[in-house]
């Protein structure tokens, strides 16, 4: 994971959480779709993006990335990562 060691530290505790929830929510999963989307969310190495998002279950996270989106933020930008209609994730660099 991507960080500071203290960032690196909390954000480890926050993502395993996550993974905790992700059988059953991939038990749940209606289409391969979903499936993508929680091993994208599981696979982001960020610390900082598992401490903006501390407090929300991996199930909220897949709703966001289909409706509006979530910002995956890096140690020098932030990019907002989106799953279009085909189920494609699209990363975008935001400006």
Known sequence: ???SEKQVEWASGIRAEMESQADGLK???RNE???KGIEFILGIEHAAFWIDYRGH???DLLRKLVSV???VRGLE???NAKM???GDIV???ID
């Open 1 to 3: 994971m991507k960080g």
């Open 69 to 71: 989106g979530l910002r």
């Open 77 to 79: 930008h932030a990019d």
């Open 91 to 93: 990363v975008r660099k």
């Open 84 to 86: 279009d209609k085909t």
């Open 57 to 59: 279950g991996l199930e």
């Open 33 to 35: 779709a979903a499936l």
């Open 27 to 29: 038990a749940r999963a």
